[in-house]
């Protein structure tokens, strides 16, 4: 998997992979991270806390200044992950650190990952190291069976 760090960090959450191009401006509410484009296929459902898999973004230069009130509103995505380089949001969350608010990772990949929605990943974006992106659990995993007791 080829894959670059735009702005460094760690995060674990639930994979949430858009099914359409989003604009954070005007896509996006900034107080409840909820998709409020009314013809976006997953209209209601949050970022905050998930590691984002954006295919396409419809860009906007406005887009950092949502992404930064997400972040200081704490309903930020957990971590963002792209197809395409998208130096705006990188924006936001440099600006977030300008702050001192912890901004999450975001992470340039060719092929983004193929696991369902609600599958718990783990990213580990370092600047100097090919990022770390992978499946913590998937949402059918059942839990391990008990060990019986030691007698």
Request: glycine share 8%.
């Amino acid at each position: 998997m080829t894959a670059r760090t735009l702005f460094a960090g760690s995060a674990r959450g639930e994979l949430m992979t858009l099914a359409a191009p989003v604009s954070f401006w005007g896509g996006v509410d900034p107080r409840t991270s909820a998709i409020v484009n009314a013809r976006h296929p997953q209209k209601g459902e949050l970022l905050r806390g998930r590691v984002v898999a954006i295919p396409q973004l419809v860009g906007s230069s406005s887009s950092a200044a949502v992404l930064l009130e997400l972040i200081c509103a704490g309903a930020a995505p957990a971590a963002i992950l792209l197809r395409e380089v998208d130096a705006i949001l990188v924006m936001g969350c440099l600006a977030a650190q300008t702050l001192g608010d912890p901004a999450p990772p975001v992470v340039q990949m060719a092929q983004l990952p193929a696991f369902p929605d609600g599958t718990v990943m783990e990213v580990d974006a370092q600047i100097a190291l090919e990022p770390v992106i992978r499946a913590a659990q998937t949402p059918s995993a059942a839990p391990p069976a008990p060990s019986p007791p030691l007698l």
